[in-house]
């Protein structure tokens, strides 16, 4: 993972943990003071909340504790595609795709940031430009063309 995504997870179990969880307690609380509980929906649907909340934090605390921070920006093989690499390549309709390959968490394919464990990040991993891959796809086989390879500058 990056140090901006494990950033990212450091900020949202601080978020539920420091704002979102004692706002449900409290409600679930002050339900639970009204009396008979299994019609209250104010309490059923605050404990559901606290229990999805508490599943996160588990997650995310297991998760902080395994993760191995990559910095991207030190690799010193440029020339190839590694993790944390941005890479552009070409489809066969001479259309050009810019991806970025990050940890698992830190995915968002809407903008172009790809899991290394992804079809189309393992098949670049370790090429060149100039390297052409085929890949399969949902409607079949692809050949594509690295065209540019790029890494962040590293972090102080």
């Given at each position: 993972?990056?140090?901006?995504?494990?950033?990212?997870?450091?900020?949202?179990?601080?978020?539920?943990?420091?704002?979102?969880?004692?706002?449900?307690?409290?409600?679930?609380?002050?339900?639970?003071?009204?009396?008979?509980?299994?019609?209250?929906?104010?309490?059923?649907?605050?404990?559901?909340?606290?229990?999805?909340?508490?599943?996160?934090?588990r997650f995310i605390t297991k998760r902080l504790e395994?993760?191995?921070?990559?910095?991207?920006?030190?690799?010193?093989?440029?020339?190839?595609?590694?993790?944390?690499?941005?890479?552009?390549?070409?489809?066969?309709?001479?259309?050009?795709?810019?991806?970025?390959?990050?940890?698992?968490?830190?995915?968002?394919?809407?903008?172009?940031?790809?899991?290394?464990v992804a079809p189309i990040a393992r098949a670049l991993?370790?090429?060149?430009?100039?390297?052409?891959?085929?890949?399969?796809?949902?409607?079949?086989?692809?050949?594509?063309?690295?065209?540019?390879?790029?890494?962040?500058?590293?972090?102080?």
């Open positions: 993972m990056t140090a901006p995504g494990a950033a990212g997870l450091q900020a949202e179990l601080k978020r539920l943990w420091v704002e979102e969880r004692p706002k449900v307690v409290e409600i679930v609380s002050w339900a639970a003071s009204l009396g008979d509980r299994s019609e209250n929906a104010d309490y059923k649907y605050g404990k559901r909340r606290l229990h999805e909340i508490d599943r996160r934090v395994r993760v191995q921070v990559v910095d991207p920006g030190a690799q010193t093989r440029r020339d190839q595609v590694f993790f944390g690499a941005s890479v552009t390549y070409a489809r066969a309709d001479d259309s050009e795709i810019r991806i970025t390959i990050v940890g698992v968490d830190e995915a968002e394919p809407d903008l172009g940031r790809i899991s290394w991993l370790g090429k060149r430009v100039g390297d052409t891959v085929r890949l399969r796809t949902p409607a079949g086989m692809e050949e594509i063309e690295v065209m540019q390879i790029s890494y962040p500058d590293a972090t102080p």
